[in-house]
């Protein structure tokens, strides 16, 4: 699952990133982790929470909350 | 459309559009154009097909809006293609019908709320598509572009349509719920609770500040556009890099920058769209979920860009992302701004980041271009897009408060700020701008009699060799001819020098006859010396103060103090000596309301050149006859009688008529034919009334100076009823002389109700310097410094003082100036314009409000004998309240003043009060005032509690329990402000829809806002029913 991220984040990260890289430095803007996002959650009713997504700082910090997304995706829950 | 249609949600950020396209006149403000690049092989089937698919599964473009019983919106069925209007034109037609549609005024609740047209010829295929913010946002392009690329190809057969459709219909549905159901959560709710106490203390500054910025406007919009070149954008996207910011914080950061040093203030507050999409598949729609917000943050002008971008901004737009749930309208509703505009409540200037789109020149949809729409929704708005590798700017800016001059200079800042900050981010944030040009500063009205000497008292000599017979000084009593004024002096002098005065000295006069005061005065400054007024009326300790302060060891004149010697003019006789020069002519005090008076010594230079000046500026010569009204000690005395002697004209005294006596002072004036007087401010408005019979055939010049002139009605009649006088209102503080003139006579089309203080006089440099310590550009508010030929030589026996106040012309890297404190601006013609002191504003609900104009406005309404207005503290925020002394009705004036005032300016309370009263320096005592008018609202409480509410008729009584129950309120007063009991937009909203279906009155929102009381909405429904 990790590895997928990875590749769906480097289709629109502009520099080379790990997880420890800040969301900002690996060239990604507001927009383009939409992107990520859209491309990683296929599920239309799956509620996204921009405001606590901001406080995510790293590229780390952006899977864990797309793990979050994905695990309340298969239960059905809404994050 | 059809019926069969579906009631749907409405998202705050909808209701809030909804509620300002009933403000606002521009009702295409909101009209988003489109120009879409087909491939040319698409005609207009092939298109009118595509957009049939488009609208069947794109529930949002289908959105129309209704108000009843509560507002919301309609999702219309889809139409065929058959029935989609698509206008056919002419590809050379492109930018007459961009011009023409996007002023297309779409009808909100019958729609279809987007316009289709195609053009074709030489080779293209263009749409262009023109649709209503409301069902439209930035991110919905996107979807819109890649629904249309797959219908052109035909990717969409009709079961997937028919699928498309319906999964789309719920997830629009899906997405409203969810933001329907966050805007209702408590924690959006403490949220906004909380982000409105942030911004409640952060003051904010509008551009351009001038006195009588309209306070609304049509929203007519002027759009610049730029791209950056290859090297720009490149060091932007490093810069980013390195500091760890997106491009979206880099570029809020200068524009708050340049929004801060344009506004004149440190604190930023801009506002900008956020995408409030919450569910995944809305990401797939077109819709308005968006979210206007502001970014608030600080600018440290000395603080590196860097560390600017990266510790102040970048953490502000990160805590308006957090926020992002929270809608405006809610904002509004904690912070209760003043909303009798149609102004955006909030923020001012808007800073748009758009998305770029996956278009290539080979596909179905090529490319896509946002026209501007000719409407500014901001003061200032700037948008940024990233085309190609580079950096696309696009500034739009509300002329009518931005003349283009002005505008120029916030673009001009722009476009430097933005290179400077990317390619040197270590630059602290106040050198990311540059000086205005010197030359601006230094533009005088060049008026100019050339001195024939660089002394004072060789310039009345020689015109009185001239003129030995003409009267130099009249008195009731006697006249004194040049060539007896002259003999006297010197033989004066004489006398002076036997007491061993000489070049430097100081030497006391008090004021007596104006003859012999002249006497004295010539005679001082032909040993070189310089005089110092003394009025005997002033306290004694004060007076000793200035004896000791200047080591004045002999005083002309009588006086209840100790030290210097005090002789008669009788006593100085003696046999006339050579003169002898010094550089020093007087020394004056200011008047010392803040800590002990200064006493400023004057240099002869200054002097010479204020004379040169003023000889030529007021057309002074032999026929000149100036009477001589101001105090001696005051610097006008100076300008009433030197000049005038130089120019070989008569110095009239005042005497006997006593200062204030104006009907006898209009009656000396018009008796000695004099042409010229000097007045202070405070009086103009006294002397024009005793004046309303006396025609002033031979008065030529009234010139006024001491405070900012606010000019009534009858003042401004008084001039244009007698066009041989010309009004000079003169600006200049006792540390320099009279600095800069705004002349106004009959043949001006524009009195100004707050006259400017216009251009510096000649020899005079006048820098205004801004928050960044640089001169600033047209618009920009600064302090005041004065150089060239008027600084004063300082602070008598005070370097200190004087060092601080006096600092060196860094600007032309010689000579002095002085530090005024006072805050000006120069308007777009290059005309400056008072502001008031650094630390004297009244702000009214963020908005400058001038106590003077408020008080002008009011003496114009019939009854009302005088007016002061004062700003109170209340537990809500300041209010401006207003008492007045006459028999005007409270209610009349304050209903008159609505009219002629912008909201924030109109005063909240207004007192009779039976006199006003004064300080022990003759200055307005607003403090008493203020406490007189708490009493009467304590008792005027004490009165309404435990009382019923009281209706004038059914009208009111209806309207006040609708209100009851919108408010949840038990009772609602006729004549209390329904915003103060809390009043949101969407209530006024649904009231004003009930109010048009129960009374058939459509009643405009911004009506409402002017008096939203229960008594005026029931005023309006009556006077519109009758």
Known sequence: MSEDLDDVIARYATEPFDDGTPIAEAGLVSISVFRVITDVVTDPGVEIDAGRLADARTVGDLKAWLRDILAGQATGDAA | ?1026
């Open chain 2, 1 to 1026: 459309m059809k019926a069969t249609a579906e009631v749907s949600l409405l998202t705050e950020s909808q209701r809030s559009l909804l509620l300002i396209d009933r403000m606002v006149s521009a009702r295409h403000m909101y009209n988003l154009v489109m120009e879409i690049e087909l491939a040319p092989k698409f005609g207009v089937n092939e298109l009118r097909e595509a957009l049939a698919t488009l609208l069947e599964i794109q529930p949002g473009l289908r959105q129309t809006f209704a108000d009843l019983p509560r507002p919301h919106a309609v999702l219309n069925p889809c139409p065929s293609p058959e029935e989609i209007v698509v206008d056919i034109e002419r590809i050379d037609d492109l930018p007459q019908l961009v011009a023409k549609t996007r002023t297309h005024e779409f009808d909100l609740y019958e729609g279809p709320l987007y316009r289709f047209a195609h053009l074709s010829g030489d080779g293209r295929s263009v749409l262009l598509l023109v649709v209503h913010h409301l069902i439209f946002d930035g991110m919905s392009v996107r979807p819109l572009t890649n629904d249309l690329t797959t219908a052109l190809s035909g990717g969409f057969s009709a079961d997937e349509r028919t699928a498309l459709r319906t999964r789309r219909e719920a997830d629009f549905q899906r997405e409203l719920a969810a933001q329907v159901r966050v805007e209702a959560d408590p924690k959006t709710v403490e949220k906004a609770a909380e982000w409105a106490r942030e911004l409640r203390e952060r003051s904010t500054a509008p551009l351009y500040p001038r006195p009588h910025r309209p306070a609304e406007t049509s929203f007519e919009g002027t759009r610049v556009d730029w791209v950056l070149d290859a090297d720009e954008s490149a060091a932007i996207d490093a810069t980013c890099r390195d500091l760890k910011i997106t491009a979206y914080e880099f570029f809020t950061a200068v524009y708050g920058a340049v929004i801060g040093r344009h506004s004149a203030t440190s604190s930023a507050v801009l506002g900008s769209p956020f995408a409030a999409r919450r569910t995944i598949g809305s990401f797939d729609l077109c819709g308005f979920f968006v979210n206007t917000l502001p970014i608030h943050f600080d600018v440290d002008w000395t603080r590196p860009f860097a560390d600017h971008a990266s510790t102040a901004v970048r953490p502000a737009v990160e805590q308006a992302r957090s926020r992002v749930g929270v809608p405006f309208s809610k904002l509004v509703a904690h912070l209760r701004p003043d909303r009798s505009t149609n102004r955006n409540p909030l923020f001012s200037c808007m800073l748009a980041m758009q998305d770029t789109l996956p278009l290539s020149p080979d596909a179905p949809v090529r490319s896509l271009v946002e026209h501007g729409n000719g409407t500014a929704k901001f003061d200032l708005w700037l948008g940024v897009w990233p085309v190609d590798g580079r950096w696309r700017l696009a500034v739009e800016y509300d002329h009518e408060l931005l003349p283009a001059p002005v505008a120029d200079e916030i673009i001009g800042s722009l476009r430097t700020a933005i290179v400077r900050a990317a390619t040197t981010p270590d630059t602290p944030v106040g050198a990311l701008f540059e000086d205005r040009s010197r030359s601006e500063s230094s533009r005088t009205d060049e008026e100019w009699a050339e001195p024939p000497s660089d002394s004072l008292v060789e310039w009345v000599d020689g015109t009185a060799a001239g003129t030995p017979h003409a009267a130099a000084v009249e008195t009731a009593d006697r006249t004194i001819t040049y060539a007896e004024l002259v003999t006297a002096s010197r033989r004066t002098a004489g006398g002076l020098a036997q007491r061993g005065v000489g070049a430097g000295d100081i030497v006391g006069v008090c004021a007596q006859d104006l003859v012999d005061t002249t006497v004295a005065i010539l005679a001082i400054l032909r040993r070189g010396a310089a005089y110092l007024p003394l009025d005997a009326t002033l306290p004694s300790h004060r007076l000793q103060y200035m004896i000791d302060k200047t080591r004045c060891e002999l005083v002309i004149g009588e006086l209840d103090v100790t030290g210097p010697e005090f002789v008669t003019i009788g006593d100085l006789d003696a046999e006339p000596v050579a003169d002898d020069k010094g550089s020093s002519a007087y020394v004056m005090f200011s008047s010392g309301s803040t800590g002990s008076p200064k006493g400023i010594e004057m240099g002869v230079g200054p002097l010479v050149n204020l004379t040169a000046w003023q000889i030529a500026a007021l057309e002074m010569d032999a026929s000149t006859r100036f009477v001589q009204y101001a105090p001696l000690g005051f610097d006008v005395s100076f300008q009433e009688i030197i000049p005038t002697l130089a120019a070989g004209g008569t110095v009239i005294s005042r005497d006997p008529v006593v200062r204030a006596d104006f009907p006898a002072l209009v009656e000396r004036l018009a008796a000695t034919a004099t042409t010229h007087v000097y007045l202070p401010v405070a009086a103009l408005g006294a002397f024009v009334r005793a004046a309303q019979d006396e025609k002033f055939t031979d008065l030529r010049y009234v010139c006024v100076s001491g405070e900012q002139l606010v000019l009534d009605d009858v003042s401004r009649d008084f001039f244009v009823q007698r066009p041989h006088l010309t009004l000079v209102n003169l600006y200049g503080p006792t540390e320099t002389h009279a600095v800069t003139t705004h002349r106004l006579g009959a043949a001006d089309a524009v009195w100004p109700v707050h006259v400017p203080i216009g251009v510096p006089l000649t020899g005079v440099v006048a820098y205004v310097v801004d928050v960044t310590g640089h001169l600033a550009p047209a618009g920009v508010q600064g302090e005041l410094l004065l150089g060239g030929r008027c600084p004063a030589k300082g602070y008598i026996g005070d370097p200190e003082l004087t060092e601080r106040g006096f600092v060196p012309d860094r600007f032309a890297g010689n000579g002095t100036t002085y530090r005024t404190g006072d805050q000006v601006l120069r308007d777009e013609h290059g005309v400056l314009v008072f502001l008031g002191r650094t630390d004297e504003q009244v702000k009214i609900r963020g908005y400058r409000v001038e106590l003077g104009e408020v008080e002008a406005a009011a003496n114009d309404v019939p009854g009302v004998r005088r007016a002061v207005a004062a700003p109170r503290e209340t537990d809500s925020g300041r209010e401006l309240v207003l008492f007045l002394v006459g028999d005007a009705d409270p209610a009349a004036v304050k209903e008159r003043l609505t009219g002629r005032l912008p909201g924030y300016a109109v005063p909240a309370r207004v007192f009779v009060v039976d006199a006003v009263p004064y300080t022990s320096n003759g200055k307005v005592d607003r403090t008493a005032l203020l406490r007189g008018a708490e009493d009467a609202i304590a008792a005027e409480l004490v009165a309404a509690a435990g009382q019923v509410c009281e209706y004038l008729d059914d009208v009111e009584r209806e309207l006040a329990e609708m209100w009851s129950e919108l408010l949840e309120q038990p009772n609602v007063e006729r004549e209390r402000s329904l915003l103060e009991y809390g009043a949101h937009s969407l209530q006024v909203f649904t009231a004003l829809a009930r109010v048009r279906q129960r009374y058939g009155v459509t009643v405009p929102v911004k009506k409402f806002f002017r008096g939203p009381t229960v008594a005026a909405l029931a005023e309006t429904v009556r006077h519109a029913a009758s």
